[in-house]
């Protein structure tokens, strides 16, 4: 069983940035694919970001790229998504995700999410 737990949400002035924080149970961390999806207020959920299991493949959503950084410590047993240039449509439910193969399109095993909220 992986339980994942998010932290580092809050509100952030548009330009900002924020760190979101994912820490993992579970001994077999390191063998899981990990991403990041959000859902706004009346939307669907979307894909964010994913990583791979050893971090040196990235994906990215085209309304991320270029601002946002996925990355994962596996020695911390952690997946962090750092936003930098956050603007208000970047406010969201965001929810960290795990699978033994890939996050996309529908990940295993999800976090209860942390809110992001950026002010104009």
């Known amino acids: 069983q992986v339980q994942l737990v998010e932290s580092g949400g809050g509100l952030a002035q548009a330009g900002g940035s924020l760190r979101l924080f994912c820490a993992v149970s579970g001994r077999t961390f390191s063998s899981y694919a990990m991403g990041w999806f959000r859902q706004a207020p009346g939307k669907e959920r979307e894909f964010v970001a994913a990583v791979n299991w050893s971090g040196h493949s990235t994906s990215y959503a085209d309304s991320v790229k270029g601002r946002f950084t996925i990355s994962r410590d596996n020695a911390k047993n952690t997946v962090y998504l750092q936003m930098n240039s956050l603007k208000p449509e970047d406010t969201a439910v965001y929810y960290c995700?795990?699978?033994?193969?890939?996050?996309?399109?529908?990940?295993?095993?999800w976090g209860q999410g942390t809110q992001v909220t950026v002010s104009s």
């Open positions: 995700a795990a699978d033994q193969s890939n996050v996309v399109p529908t990940p295993r095993y």
